[in-house]
């Protein structure tokens, strides 16, 4: 069993890895791609503002200087905030090295402990490779990673999780509402906080039987049999 989650654009780096990093050629040919583009260029594929451009362009100018960090440990937005890694004990941690697969458009699916370098980048930048989209580039990769047949719990966003082939896999979604004024209501941060404290459920209880996920009560949240399905996972707040 596997389970995927997002990166974010959030990041620290408070803990640098003085170690030598050597990066597969897919990641080579994307940080080439990008060096070869003028800074109007990035600025229009990005869609992002001059702030933010000049935080792109030292990432990919400097990319061979930058220090190395853990993936699980550079990551710092509002899912990995909920999750909260260092709440982990030694034997949790290693039920989440042997589970966990954070998908990246720059680095791939990352395992927890990989060591890499700050970036910015995801599949809706606009940037081609050989005539390829970053979701066609990545496609064979991404569904390489995992054993055909394997289960997957997704608790990724769309735009990752589209990736993978739903045919050569077992996968479960989750859903995540929170119930105000008898109505329900679902928006990105509702689901970001939920994700982050549902994989913190799953690694601390080292979850290896799906029933036991119906189970989880953080933040309030109940799992909704009657809006549940077969491979979809419905928790309500």
């Known amino acids: 069993m596997k389970i995927i989650f997002s990166p974010s654009k959030e990041m620290t780096f408070d803990n640098p890895i003085e170690e030598k990093v050597e990066f597969n050629d897919k990641i080579k040919i994307i940080i080439e791609e990008l060096k070869k583009l003028k800074p109007i260029e990035i600025k229009e594929i990005y869609k992002i503002s001059d702030k933010v451009l000049e935080e792109v362009l030292n990432y990919i100018n400097n990319f061979d200087k930058i220090e190395s960090y853990r993936a699980i440990e550079m990551y710092t937005g509002i899912a990995f905030r909920s999750f909260d890694v260092a709440s982990l004990k030694e034997d949790e941690r290693k039920y989440m090295d042997d589970h966990l697969k954070i998908l990246s458009a720059f680095y791939g699916p990352l395992c927890p402990e990989e060591l890499v370098r700050p970036y910015r980048l995801d599949f809706n930048t606009k940037l081609k490779i050989d005539g390829k989209t ?21 608790l990724a966003s769309n735009e990752f999780s589209s990736l993978l082939d739903r045919k050569k896999f077992t996968i479960y979604d989750f859903e995540f509402f929170e119930k105000k004024n008898g109505k329900l209501k679902s ?12 994989l913190n459920y799953i690694c601390k209880n080292k979850i290896t039987n799906l029933e036991e996920i119906k189970k989880f009560d953080m933040d309030g949240f109940k799992y909704e049999n009657k809006m549940s399905e077969e491979r979809k996972f419905v928790f309500v707040k």
């Open 134 to 154: 970053l979701k066609n580039f990545w496609k064979e990769e991404y569904n390489n990673s995992f054993d055909e047949g394997e289960v997957i719990l997704n």
């Open 187 to 198: 928006h990105s941060t509702i689901s970001k906080k939920a994700r982050g404290k549902m």
